[in-house]
């Protein structure tokens, strides 16, 4: 589907298809629903993207999947769980920032200008 921003965890993010950037930061909140979601409608909103759908993965983190629909007036959908291929994209990404950011990483010692410099990689 045209359009459709899938969701990851990496630092907070969305990654629009068919696109050669990442909207990326680094959440001082760790994996709370409502900042990621706060986050991620903020990015997408200052990216001036169009979406028409969200997809991301059935962890906790993304409970609060319900303020993306609403402050996006878009729909949400869940990858099947073990269904990684649902989500490619992120899959992708997630695989590139794990050059630079390893499983693992305490991300205390990584900062914000950091993570926004590889968002633009």
Not at 1 to 17: S, Y
Not at 42 to 64: K, M
Not at 116 to 121: C, G, T
């Amino acid at each position: 589907m045209k359009n459709t921003a899938e969701v990851c965890l990496a630092a907070g993010g969305a990654k629009p298809p068919k696109s050669s950037f990442m909207l990326m930061e680094k959440l001082d909140t760790g994996k709370q629903a409502v900042p990621l979601a706060n986050a991620v409608v903020r990015l997408i909103r200052e990216s001036g993207l169009p979406v028409r759908s969200i997809t991301t993965d059935n962890g906790p983190e993304f409970a609060a999947h319900e303020i993306h629909a609403r402050e996006l007036n878009t729909k949400v959908y869940f990858a099947h769980p073990y269904c990684s291929w649902e989500k490619g994209a992120i899959e992708n990404m997630n695989g590139l920032i794990r050059q630079y950011i390893p499983k693992k990483t305490d991300f205390r010692g990584i900062s914000r200008l950091y993570v926004k410099a590889l968002s633009k990689n």
